[in-house]
């Protein structure tokens, strides 16, 4: 099918012939295929919507292989700089309604971006009123608004209805049918959706919405760091913060105690799980929704950033029939990844595994996953003494906070269950053997850890650089001092240091990888835990036995190119 082939609404068999181009490209199982055709024909709507609406295919995938399909260029961020001329060719608010978007003029040309391939008018409309001939390009819609964002600059907000307004701040506690008709007006749905949409584009990991005496501060997290978007009008607090609760099913009408929920949507074709968190300040409501995207964790060691030798030995561990396996590190550092990784390596039919966590954040086959509910008694305690009356052979524990599930983990370890489990410590560093210190801490008896624990990983988040990246000015002065501190590298030192670009938004760094430390224990560290030794011994020890350090670990990234110097310094607090 060529382009002139292509009709305002999709050519009669589209559902059949494109389905089984899908199929024949591995984008779809005929049984996803069968039953998006299903559903095309019982709602009426266009197959290839219907594919993103069901989540079988991403936005940007479908996009790629619409474009193969009709034999039409794909539009690519390597578009921008976008052509300003363009742009003054057509009224914005006519090429905004059509979905348009101008790139540039070669000649009597215009190349458009487009996100329906179907819609002849428009781009016949379009033609008519430049005088030229129109280039089609078929964009997914995140690449369309990022593209839109630079040509235009930033999203319409009170354009589109959405400005200053107080009534929400103003409806009392009785008043919930007010707030409720005010949160489901289409402005604030709009805004809302898009500030997650946008998040989503951004990558990022938390949505931070934080009311001030000035407005709304919108805030992303981005691999680690946060970043401001957005501040909008004062009179928004409520609206924005009702239309939140009402998606996350929680009480609008409470203001004046912190909440949780969840909140689950379909955003460019893929289902995305949201945690909710509302808190009560002096200005509004603070809320934090913490992005749970699951097409976008890797669940291998490699993909995580892990080193080969680390996962050698981790997989040794893994292999144990019984023991405690703990991963320790900050909020936000990537324990919970770590096990889930763990655990799907080691679910097979043979083997029963058991999760308990406050919450379930990823759903895996092949698990018996548990979410406790202290509000009716299910704590971490209780469900895991239950747990192990249901026989398992592999126990993870979101967490250990407590002496009394530290020691049910202990007795489950002594009674021939692998156990998995997340410790936070009290020291700033964070290592793997203040690890140790910790459990002694919280009154669990030396002996108890030293038979008990198996291995204990240390591990940091840090930012991957972007292609960008420059050579480091200090460059001469840091490839001496690594080639003392680090392992001899095989490969020359390419030393880099973060530049920015569009493509990173101006951070100079995309996507984030693992920094790690795995203790074992052997019997020399296991004397040393029953003698109370310090963390400082402990960490020479198991450097003296062979273990590579975080500060290590991310510095030999570093030598590599992959990240930065003053980022290893900045995660290990080594600068």
Not at 82 to 104: G, H, I, S, T, V
Not at 488 to 506: D, W
Request: glycine share 6%; proline share 5%.
């Amino acid at each position: 099918m060529t382009e002139q082939a292509v009709a305002r609404g999709a050519p009669d068999g589209f559902a059949q012939t494109f389905g089984d181009f899908l199929q024949g490209r591995g984008a779809l199982d005929e049984l996803a295929l069968q039953r998006a055709q299903r559903a095309a024909r019982q709602s009426g709507e266009r197959f290839d919507r219907v594919l993103t609406k069901l989540g079988l295919i991403a936005d940007a995938d479908l996009a790629g292989c619409l474009a193969a399909f009709l034999h039409l260029d794909e539009a690519k961020a390597a578009d921008a700089p976008l052509d300003a001329a363009a742009a003054e060719l057509a009224p914005r608010k006519f090429l905004r309604a059509n979905a348009l978007l101008p790139l540039k003029v070669e000649g009597d040309r215009l190349a458009v971006a487009v996100t329906d391939p179907f819609d002849d008018d428009s781009i016949d409309a379009l033609a008519y009123a430049t005088g030229l001939s129109i280039e089609r390009r078929l964009a997914s819609p995140a690449l369309f608004e990022q593209h839109w964002a630079q040509l235009y600059g930033a999203r319409p907000g009170a354009a589109d209805g959405l400005g200053e307004d107080r009534r929400a701040d103003e409806a009392s506690e009785v008043d919930l049918q007010r707030l409720r008709d005010i949160a489901n007006e289409a402005p604030v749905v709009r805004r809302v959706n898009q500030i997650v949409a946008d998040a989503i584009e951004a990558r990022a990991s938390d949505i931070h919405i934080e009311p001030t005496p000035e407005g709304v501060q919108l805030r992303y997290r981005i691999d680690g760091a946060l970043r401001t978007v957005d501040v909008l009008p004062p009179g928004l607090k409520a609206a924005i913060a009702s239309r939140v609760k009402i998606m996350a099913r929680l009480y609008i009408a409470e203001r004046r105690l912190p909440q949780d929920g969840r909140i689950k949507l379909g955003i460019r074709g893929v289902d995305i799980d949201f945690r909710v968190s509302t808190l009560p300040t002096v200005h509004g409501e603070s809320i934090v929704l913490r992005i749970l995207d699951r097409s976008r964790i890797a669940l291998d060691f490699f993909a995580l950033g892990f080193e080969p030798e680390t996962i050698a030995t981790l997989r040794d561990v893994m292999r144990l029939p019984n023991g405690i396996v703990l991963v320790t590190g900050p909020t936000g550092s990537g324990k919970t990844t770590t096990l889930y990784t763990a655990l799907r390596e080691l679910a097979r039919p043979d083997v029963k595994l058991f999760n308990v966590e406050d919450p379930v954040e990823y759903q895996l086959s092949g698990i018996n996953q548990v979410q406790v509910q202290p509000g009716i008694g299910l704590d971490f305690p209780s469900t895991l003494r239950a747990i192990l009356r249901q026989d398992p052979d592999i126990v993870m524990i979101g967490e250990i906070r407590d002496a009394e599930t530290a020691r049910i983990a202990i007795q489950a370890s002594l009674t021939g269950h692998l156990v998995f489990s997340t410790l936070h410590t009290n020291s700033a560093s964070a290592s793997a053997s203040a690890s140790i210190t910790r459990l002694i801490d919280m009154g669990v008896e030396n002996y108890l850890i030293a038979s008990t624990v198996k291995a204990v990983l240390a591990q940091r988040l840090v930012r991957r650089l972007c292609a960008c990246a420059a050579p480091l000015a200090e460059a001469d002065v840091w490839r001496d001092r690594l080639a003392d501190e680090i392992a001899p590298q095989k490969t020359p030192a390419l030393l880099l240091a973060p530049q920015g670009c569009p493509q990173c938004r101006g951070l100079g760094y995309s996507g984030r990888s693992t920094i790690a430390e795995l203790l074992v224990m052997n019997e020399r560290i296991q004397r040393l835990v029953c003698q109370n030794t310090a963390d400082s011994d402990l960490e020479a020890a198991a450097r003296a036995s062979g273990m590579t350090t975080m500060y290590q670990c991310g510095m030999a990234k570093a030598w590599r190119g992959e990240t930065s110097v003053d980022e290893v310094l900045r995660v290990t607090r080594m600068g």
